[in-house]
């Protein structure tokens, strides 16, 4: 049976070439079983039309705020109450800046401000539109108010231009859906911890050794895990990041407290240490701040702290089904990925360059090299929510 079957699906239409893709949303959800209803925006009327949108569906089109039959009905309330999700494709820069500022001047953009229901939108505009700071600023602010964006995809889009702005695929949007409404009996049953964030290893009580980790990936982990489904606890170094929903969050300073936490909350059935824990602790740790002593140098006496990744691994009675490492590196990626996978037990590696160039701590962005005993796979860059999703959907597939 469709995981889809019988949902209502809201489908808001914006105005941009990627519109005709709305065409096979509508076709797919309705092979799966879904009653799909459909808000057209008058810019979107200029790419698909109310007729063949209307016969594929089923249902009629809505298009005006002010129709005297759909107002009869309150339609920008009727059609968000009655729905189990509302999808936004193409979510244009303007339907996107409506949404994150609170406007509501056409039926789409009132029926979402309206809306208590979950909504995911998928953006589709200009490489230029989207790396706008505007843009970027709007994105964050949907994120806030746990709107799901998923993509741009990269490409080349129809202005001849290349890079990030082009709607995700139909296809990727459905099989989205599918984990979104299947994940709850598939993993509802399953434990995690993640880790995440840097460690602080204090010198003296005003100073520390830590990295440039923002903990940005092992949230985006730990939210899509709760989404799952998934009871999940989140053991988390020194961030700025807002609590994910449905996550227990506990939070540690240094490598020693984080695996002493990892320790009580185990056994698990899946492990994911995505921290960038530091490898050094100072042993001549100072309880007063330490002076300059007029030579120029002070020594910091240093030693190797616990790998918590191999501690979890080789503690064979209480080790989870699936252990997930992760390998920040800034040269030869894959060779010291693998180096690790073999030496350290995991299941499954997530590599990723973090030098300079690529820009990946405290990005919202990241490039993930997959490594297994069978298989070796080079994702493509997406945001960390996306690498957070399709790593969730790898784990529904091995242990569901």
């Known amino acids: 049976m469709s995981e889809l079957k019988n949902k209502n699906v809201l489908l808001i239409i914006g105005g941009g ?20 209803n459909v808000i057209l925006t008058h810019a979107g009327e200029n790419f698909v039309t109310s007729i063949s949108l209307s016969q594929l569906s089923g249902n009629r089109v809505r298009t005006d705020l002010f129709d005297m039959t759909g107002e009869l009905e309150m339609s920008h309330i009727e059609l968000s109450r009655k729905s189990d999700i509302i999808i936004v494709a193409p979510a244009t820069a303007d339907l996107i800046a409506k949404m994150a500022n609170g406007q509501a001047n056409d039926l789409a953009s009132t029926t979402l401000l ?3 229901k979950p909504i995911i939108i998928l953006p589709s505009m200009n490489v230029k539109m989207w790396e706008h700071p505007a843009t970027k600023i709007n994105i964050n602010k949907l994120r806030d108010y746990e709107v799901e964006v998923l993509g741009p995809d990269e490409g080349e889009m129809a202005c001849g231009e290349y890079g990030f702005g ?17 994940s709850e009996k598939a993993l509802s049953k399953f434990s995690a911890i993640v880790t995440a964030g840097p ?26 895990l709760a989404k799952a489904g998934v009871k999940t606890t989140l053991i988390s170094g020194p961030t ?31 492990a994911i240490f995505a921290a960038a824990v530091a490898d050094w602790k100072v042993t001549n740790y100072s309880p ?4 300059k002593n007029g030579t120029g140098k002070n020594l910091l006496e240093l030693e ?26 800034t040269k030869d990626l894959i060779k010291e990925a693998k180096i690790k996978f073999n030496s350290k037990g995991a299941d499954w590696i ?7 160039k690529n820009n990946v701590f405290g990005s919202d962005r990241n490039s993930i090299c997959f490594i297994s005993k069978d298989d070796l796979e080079e994702w493509n860059e997406m945001s960390k929510v996306e690498v957070a999703q399709k790593l969730v959907k790898r784990i529904i597939k091995e242990i569901s």
């Open 17 to 36: 070439i990627a519109a005709f893709k709305a065409i096979d949303i509508v076709r797919l959800l309705k092979e799966e079983r879904a009653n799909v």
């Open 114 to 116: 309206a809306a208590n």
């Open 166 to 182: 082009r709607m995700l695929e139909p296809i990727d949007l459905l099989n989205y859906l599918k984990v979104f409404y299947s």
């Open 199 to 224: 460690t602080h290893e204090p010198i003296d009580p005003v100073r520390y050794i830590a990295n440039r980790s923002s903990g940005k990936q092992g949230y985006a982990i730990a939210e899509a």
């Open 240 to 270: 700025i990041l807002k609590k994910p929903k449905d996550v227990n969050v506990l939070y540690v300073e240094t490598a020693h407290e984080m695996l002493n936490m990892v320790k009580k909350y185990m056994p698990t059935d899946i």
């Open 288 to 291: 007063d701040k330490m002076k």
């Open 304 to 329: 190797e702290n616990p790998n918590i990744l191999e501690t979890i691994t080789k503690n064979i009675e209480q080790r989870p089904k699936i252990v997930i490492g992760f390998a920040a590196e």
């Open 350 to 356: 997530l590599a990723n360059d973090v030098s300079a």
